[in-house]
Nanobody
Framework: QVQLVESGGGSVQTGGSLRLSCAAS????????KGWFRQAPGKEREGIAAIDTDGSASYADSVKGRFTISNDNDKNVLYLEMSTLKPEDTGMYYCAVSPLLYCSGGYCYRGEEVYWGQGTQVTVST
């Protein structure tokens, strides 16, 4: 059974930076993609970054140029480096593993089969 545990969230001021981590355990098919989603209060969960099995990354327009997704295969840890944070980046951040997960045309998409972590809260204040 796949377990995903996020960490690294917190409260920062506008323009600040955070690094989120997602530790994975259990069997994960090597063909599965990984990514990050977030959910602001009262809004739907949205995909913001994805990383393919070959290490190629893609992003939603809302975070492109400010966030960087990376994956340490040896440690089984997924990262999200966030910089130049804005108040609209506030929300619960979730890592995800899915056979289908990618970003294209400014948006990110996932398949029906997906494993989620429990989330970590990010709050950006003015």
């Amino acid at each position: 059974q796949v377990q995903l545990v996020e960490s690294g969230g917190g409260s920062v001021q506008t323009g600040g930076s955070l690094r989120l981590s997602c530790a994975a355990s259990g069997y994960i098919d090597k063909l599965y993609r990984k990514g990050w989603f977030r959910q602001a209060p009262g809004k739907e969960r949205e995909g913001i970054a994805a990383i393919d099995t070959d290490g190629s990354a893609s992003y939603a327009d809302s975070v492109k140029g400010r966030f960087t997704i990376s994956n340490d295969n040896d440690k089984n840890v997924l990262y999200l480096e966030m910089s130049t944070l804005k108040p609209e980046d506030t929300g619960m951040y979730y890592c995800a593993v899915s056979p289908l997960l990618y970003c294209s045309g400014g948006y990110c998409y996932r398949g029906e089969e997906v494993y989620w972590g429990q989330g970590t809260q990010v709050t950006v204040s003015t």
